[in-house]
Structure formats: C-alpha cells, structure tokens
C-alpha cells in the first residue's frame, strides 16, 4: 500500500543532542513538508521541499535542518540549537496543485 | 493576513446531535479550503476541501461550504457518532501550487454515547 511513514514513533534525546526524524514516501509525490504540533494548538511549518535538491524554511526554522537527496525521502534534523524541540512532530506529502497526506507523526521528548 | 479561525473546544455533544465547527479565513483572492481530522495518536487525514466559491466539499456525513460573502467554510454533520471524536483542523492554501497551508489551531470533539 503507498502511504508516508515516520519513523520512529517516539523519540527521546538528551540535552544538546542532534537527533533525526526520518519521513519515506512511496507515493511518487513532489512536494514534502514538515510541521510541528504542540498541545492545543495548530500545525506550523516548519521546512518544506517542491523538488528533490530544494528546500524552503517555513515559518518556524531556526534550529532545524532538512535535506532531499532522493524524491521519497525528507528527514529531518532536530538540532541541539532548537532550545524547546519536545512536540509531535508530523511529515507530509502532495501532488504539486493537491492536498496534503500526512503520516502518523512521531512524538520526540527530551530525557 | 493570511489566517484561519476556527471556533474554541472543546467541543461536548451526545451521540445523533447536530455538529457545526465554525470557520473563518483572511485572504485576498480565493483559497482552496480544506478540514483535516486527526484521531488519538494518529497524523492529520483530509476530511473534504473546497477548491472555490460556493463549492460544497463532502464526505462520511460531514459537509462544508466556501462562502466568499462571510469568508467561511463551517464544517457541519447532521448526526454525529462516538466514532466522530477527534480533533478538527481547518485550513487554507498559502502558496497556490506549492500547496503550503495554514492551519486552525483545531477543535477537540467529544461524542458521548
């Protein structure tokens, strides 16, 4: 079956860690973005990519890193600058001009 | 601006109940509008969306129309069931093509038995 999936589901580091987020999708989509979600509150973006060897910040960037060597895949690396990473973090997917597949998310807390 | 307003949770109904989420945007010009559901520990998955004015998207009961006149897309289902708990996202395109969204902060919904 296609879908996006994140692994790993929860995730814990320790302080001034780097760890990485991994996001693959078997859709054949363009386009991959990442957001964070925390309690009681909306989505934010925080990197998203039209094509493989691009990226663009999102609204909320600093102490994230990404990259898009291959078209399936869209990791994500959360830095030991960003000073309060414990969120649910959630990757997705399109067509270009097509809504949104999400993948189930992973929960990363800090130990 | 560009935002989405949606109405505060949480939102406590009884099972077979009428449900209105409400909705509202800012834009210039007209966004394609969407409402994602998210259940318990899951991603967000597309409920309906609506590409243009006075379009009606629609899907398992739940209906939701883009109304240029009052800039909203109300989310509504004439009889709810326990399953229907969940957390309910509006949102709008930013970047038409790029497809980058913006979401409502989310609804919670409870239905009781």
């Known amino acids: 079956d296609g879908g996006i999936t994140q692994s790993p589901k929860y995730l814990f580091r320790k302080e001034g860690q780097n760890v990485t987020l991994s996001c693959e999708q078997n859709l054949n989509h363009d386009a991959m973005y990442w957001y964070r979600q925390d309690p009681g509150q909306g989505l934010r973006l925080i990197y998203y990519?039209?094509?493989?060897?691009?990226?663009q910040k999102g609204d909320i960037a600093e102490g994230y890193s990404v990259s898009r060597e291959k078209k399936e895949s869209f990791p994500l690396t959360v830095t030991s600058a960003q000073k309060n990473p414990t969120a649910f973090y959630l990757c997705a997917s399109s067509p270009t001009g097509y809504p949104q597949h999400f993948g189930d998310g992973t929960r990363l807390s800090i130990l | 601006g560009n935002s989405v307003t949606q109405m505060e949770g949480p939102v406590t109904l009884s099972e077979e109940a009428f449900l209105t989420i409400n909705c509202t945007y800012t834009?210039?010009?007209?966004?394609?509008l969407f409402w994602y559901v998210q259940y318990p520990g899951e991603g967000l998955q597309l409920l309906l969306k609506?590409?243009?004015?006075?379009d009606k998207g629609s899907n398992k009961g739940f209906e939701a129309t883009y109304r240029k006149e009052t800039t909203s897309f109300h989310l509504e289902k004439g009889s709810v069931q326990v399953s229907d708990s969940a957390v309910y996202f509006c949102a709008r395109v930013l970047i038409q093509g790029a497809q980058k969204l913006v979401f409502g902060q989310g609804t919670r919904l409870t239905i009781n038995p």
């Open positions: 834009a210039t010009g007209y966004p394609s």
């Open positions: 990519s039209q094509i493989v060897n691009d990226f």
């Open positions: 609506a590409t243009k004015a006075d």
